[in-house]
T-cell receptor, first 116, second 115 residues
Framework: GNSVTQMEGPVTLSEEAFLTINCTYT??????LFWYVQYPGEGLQLLLK?????DKGSNKGFEATYRKETTSFHLEKGSVQVSDSAVYFC???????????????FGRGTQLTVWP | NAGVTQTPKFRVLKTGQSMTLLCAQD?????MYWYRQDPGMGLRLIHY???????AKGEVPDGYNVSRLKKQNFLLGLESAAPSQTSVYFC??????????????FGPGTRLTVL
């Protein structure tokens, strides 16, 4: 079946530190992979995505590369800011047809806190 | 362009009461979804719809019903609320990209407490 495992938090960093949040997945077929971010009191927003192996998604200084050989999609940022404090969710989109088409499977989320 | 909106933002119910959560999107998206978010559990899919007049069960459908009478609206109903349904509910929508649903866009959420 489909599942996503991401590193448990919380993660606490100082401003300008390097960030890595690990995400691995299990899937039947070839899913699309996503990172969503949730700021306090808000809904989820798409941060970046990759639709096939070796694709790199990037946005706002965040990057993640779709690694089929290691079934991973780790999120990285070279220099975090206080405004990056949020919960980050890794997700995969079921590539199957029929009743499961497009369904998203989420990891449990990783809370990031950045201190000035 | 408001995107995905949800009504209400907060609600407190007593056990056994009923209510309907409304989701509306103005992006002409085909697909709509209802999720619940519980601490340490990520998001879990309750029901979804691939088009007007169609609905399907997700991962945790028990105790919920849905309807999609208009393309832009997706309603989630609780007929007899239980404390286990205390959660934050998110609606999402996505468009059809070449026969496959693309990126999902989320509403701001409804925080529901069942006493």
């Amino acid at each position: 079946g489909n599942s996503v495992t991401q590193m448990e938090g919380p993660v606490t960093l100082s401003e300008e530190a390097f960030l890595t949040i690990n995400c691995t997945y299990t899937a039947t077929g070839y899913p699309s992979l996503f990172w969503y971010v949730q700021y306090p009191g808000e809904g989820l927003q798409l941060l970046l995505k990759a639709t096939k192996a070796d694709d790199k998604g990037s946005n706002k200084g965040f990057e993640a590369t779709y690694r089929k050989e290691t079934t991973s999609f780790h999120l990285e940022k070279g220099s975090v800011q206080v405004s990056d404090s949020a919960v980050y969710f890794c997700a995969l989109s079921d590539p199957g047809r029929g009743s499961t088409l497009g369904r998203l499977y989420f990891g449990r989320g990783t809370q990031l806190t950045v201190w000035p | 362009n408001a995107g995905v909106t949800q009504t209400p933002k907060f609600r407190v119910l007593k056990t056994g009461q009923s209510m309907t959560l409304l989701c509306a999107q103005d992006m002409n998206h085909e697909y709509m979804y209802w999720y619940r978010q519980d601490p340490g559990m990520g998001l879990r899919l309750i029901h979804y719809s691939v088009g007007e007049g169609t609905t399907a069960k997700g991962e945790v459908p028990d105790g919920y019903n849905v309807s999609r009478l208009k393309k832009q609206n997706f309603l989630l109903g609780l007929e007899s609320a239980a404390p286990s349904q205390t959660s934050v509910y998110f609606c999402a929508s996505s468009y059809n990209e070449g026969g496959f649903p693309d990126t999902q866009y989320f509403g701001p959420g409804t925080r529901l407490t069942v006493l």
